[in-house]
């Protein structure tokens, strides 16, 4: 019985090495600086390039601005911020090079009503970012999100990566925002941290 739990851990070690090794090549002298390396934006196929690719995923770190050119909030009546809804959409430009990249939009409803000033609001969002010269390479992130409902300031966000299309077919990852508010005509900072499927069927 010890032999075949020894068997099994000895599996599991030896399976999460490949696929660590997958996005984390081996140092060959030099420095791997793909942890801290963004994707670059060609501007003449309208893409992102990937960080790196391994054999089975392709890392892409995404950093970009995004302006919010509409945003809109609907309250119910009587007003209360439980079920309050939030539509936002914009530009989303390339932070190197301030090149217009894609568009994005976002939804969210608020889920509990505050009890005073001092309290978030906690809001589930969904994201969708659409790169790509037909702007069908699309990106899809989901999460809480807490934000002050006297400022619109965000004191937390947790946000994931769950799909994409086209380029990002079998998308996941992570979306990390730095926005000051949510209100119209903001500019802010924002970077996507994504793994592809480098072989899809």
Do not use: W
């Not at 739990?5 to 984390?24: E, M, R, S, Y």
């Not at 409902?149 to 947790?158: H, L």
């Amino acid at each position: 019985m010890a032999r075949y739990v020894l068997a099994i851990l000895a599996a599991a070690v030896l399976c999460t090495a490949v696929l660590a090794q997958d996005v984390t090549p081996a140092h060959k002298g030099g420095h791997d600086d793909s942890e801290t390396k963004y994707s670059v934006y060609d501007s003449n196929i309208q893409r992102y390039r990937s960080v790196k690719c391994g054999k089975n995923l392709c890392l892409y770190r995404i950093h970009v601005k995004l302006h919010i050119d509409f945003y809109k909030r609907s309250q119910p009546t009587p007003a209360t911020f439980a079920t309050t809804v939030g539509v936002y959409t914009g530009t989303v430009l390339d932070y190197a090079t301030n090149a217009t990249a894609g568009t994005f939009e976002v939804a969210g409803i608020a889920t509990n009503q505050p009890a005073g000033p001092t309290d978030h609001l906690n809001v589930q969002e969904t994201h969708v970012f659409e790169f790509g010269p037909e702007r069908d390479d699309a990106l899809t992130a989901t999460g809480n999100s807490q934000v002050s409902p006297v400022t619109g300031e965000f004191a937390d966000y947790d946000t994931a990566v769950t799909g994409g299309t086209g380029q990002f077919l079998g998308a996941y990852g992570s979306f990390v925002n730095a926005p000051s508010t949510v209100r119209g005509s903001d500019l802010t900072e924002a970077t996507l941290t994504v793994y592809v499927p480098s072989n899809k069927l």
